[in-house]
């Protein structure tokens, strides 16, 4: 367990000893243990950053007097859990992790979560030290609906980078990984030799697992997979089939053979092995590269920023962030969770260990966490320049499942060999009549 005096070590500049914070509080109407001797119920998705959380739970007990339970269960369990409880009015929790790049529209619409304006703006409820403009532009657009509610705090903001291998490029006479979509292609191709099991590029071809990229590759050409409005496919443009076209020479010239049944771990696998000179994917998966006991590339593997397409450089982001449901308990206790978990010494913790790209930016200027993290400075140097081109990975839609799941099929079956623009026509065509009725509900 991370005890307070960990997280004062690494947040000193911050968060100041408990008899420093009362002096502090003295003089201004905030005060952590307002809300002493009660409890909240906190239900969070299995990750790094839930596993963070139920780490330093006590630590939140400690400083507010607030008393937690705790349940951290699979996003496959805790996604329809979280619906179904919320559709009833009578969720079982105080504080809820959202995946706000699957259930941002779902949240809206149904006006599920409480607007934490009002908490942010009263003195004697937020934090003199909370700074509401520390948090990544990117975030604090998926968190806001589009009347203004913020309905959660951004906790992590995953960013989608090019992992290369150093030495691989190397050995080609390559001195810096790609820059552009054109130059990736090129690489790719150059650094394929299948007699030596040594492939150029590796990503995923799983159906739903798939879009996830192909999102990005459209992105590098100034678009996205649904209209602004959301009532519109966009999967079968001609920029989309430009789109599809790069991603088929990519995973059919430059990949693995089976590499249409690749999700994550298939790629970073590969990746680990030394079979595969790039891998375009979540930054999130950047720790198990460096771990000795199972990556042969600890010392050969680079970050870099995603390459620019040909009207656009963007990095594809997926937020998350915690929220208070609209009929809560406890709703006042729940907020000191809220602003304490994504607070700067909680995210400069969530990133020094390895649990998360934080959504605050102030994490990734401390020194001291560069200096003593296991992650060299180029992926820090990375995580900042692709947080400035950041750019919603999924679209902003209900039925995001069924989406992934129908134009999946179509990218699959392009990465196969399939025509780019029959399977994308195809796909679009199936999915449109769900997403028109998506939006009559």
């Given at each position: 367990m991370i005890r307070r005096r960990h997280l004062l070590q690494t947040s000193a500049a911050v968060l100041a000893a408990p008899a420093i914070v009362e002096r502090a509080n003295a003089q201004s109407a905030f005060d952590w243990k307002q809300f002493k001797g009660q409890s909240?119920?906190?239900?969070?998705?299995?990750?790094?950053?839930?596993?963070?959380?139920?780490?330093?739970?006590?630590?939140?007990?400690?400083?507010?007097?607030?008393?937690?339970?705790?349940?951290?269960?699979?996003?496959?369990?805790?996604?329809?859990?979280?619906?179904?409880?919320?559709?009833?009015?009578?969720?079982?929790?105080d504080v809820v992790n959202v995946a706000m790049h699957v259930q941002k529209r779902l949240?809206?619409?149904?006006?599920?979560?409480?607007?934490?304006?009002?908490?942010?703006?009263?003195?004697?409820?937020?934090?003199?030290?909370?700074?509401?403009a520390d948090f990544s532009k990117p975030a604090m657009g998926v968190a806001t609906g589009e009347d203004g509610r913020i309905n959660v705090l951004p906790s992590n903001q995953d960013l989608f980078i090019l992992f290369y291998n150093k030495?691989?490029?190397?050995?080609?006479?390559?001195?810096?990984?790609?820059?552009?979509?054109?130059?990736?292609?090129?690489?790719?191709?150059?650094?394929?030799?299948?007699?030596?099991?040594?492939?150029?590029?590796?990503?995923?071809?799983?159906?739903?697992?798939?879009?996830?990229?192909?999102?990005?590759?459209?992105?590098?050409?100034?678009?996205?997979?649904?209209?602004?409005?959301g009532k519109k496919l966009l999967t079968d443009t001609p920029a989309a089939i430009e789109a599809g076209k790069f991603y088929q020479q990519l995973m059919r010239e430059c990949g693995p053979p089976g590499n249409i049944g690749f999700n994550w771990n298939e790629c970073q696998t590969t990746f680990?092995?030394?079979?595969?000179?790039?891998?375009?994917?979540?930054?999130?998966?950047?720790?198990?590269?460096?771990d000795k006991a199972k990556s042969k590339v600890v010392d050969k593997v680079g970050f870099a920023p995603v390459p620019a397409g040909p009207k656009a450089h963007h990095a594809a982001t997926f937020i998350e962030g915690v929220g208070i449901p609209a009929t809560a308990k406890n709703k006042k206790a729940a907020w000191y969770w809220l602003q304490w978990i994504t607070g700067k010494p909680m995210q400069y913790e969530q990133l020094r260990a390895g649990a998360g790209t934080p959504a605050r930016l102030s994490?990734?200027?401390?020194?001291?966490?560069?200096?003593?993290?296991?992650?060299?400075?180029?992926?820090?140097?990375?995580?900042?320049?692709?947080l400035k081109i950041a750019r919603s990975g999924l679209p902003v839609i209900v039925p995001v499942t069924e989406f992934r799941d129908t134009i999946g099929i179509g990218v699959t079956n392009i990465a196969g060999g399939a025509d780019?623009?029959?399977e994308l026509r195809k796909a679009t065509a199936a999915f449109q009549p769900v997403l028109d009725k998506s939006n009559e509900a």
């Open positions: 909240i119920e906190v239900n969070y998705q299995l990750s790094p950053r839930g596993d963070l959380a139920k780490r330093v739970l006590k630590d939140f007990e400690e400083q507010t007097g607030i008393k937690v339970g705790f349940e951290q269960i699979p996003e496959q369990q805790q996604r329809p859990k979280v619906a179904m409880e919320m559709a009833t009015g009578h969720p079982s929790f949240v809206e619409r149904a006006k599920w979560m409480e607007d934490l304006r009002p908490y942010i703006a009263d003195k004697s409820m937020t934090n003199p030290d909370f700074d509401l030495e691989l490029l190397a050995e080609k006479g390559f001195k810096a990984p790609p820059k552009t979509f054109d130059e990736l292609l090129s690489m790719g191709k150059a650094l394929t030799d299948p007699a030596k099991g040594i492939y150029g590029f590796v990503g995923r071809g799983l159906k739903n697992a798939n879009m996830v990229l192909f999102d990005n590759i459209l992105l590098g050409f100034d678009q996205e997979t649904v209209s602004a409005d680990m092995q030394g079979r595969a000179a790039m891998w375009w994917d979540g930054i999130g998966f950047s720790a198990p590269l460096l994490a990734y200027g401390r020194e001291d966490i560069v200096k003593n993290s296991a992650f060299p400075q180029e992926w820090f140097d990375t995580t900042g320049t692709s780019p623009e029959a």
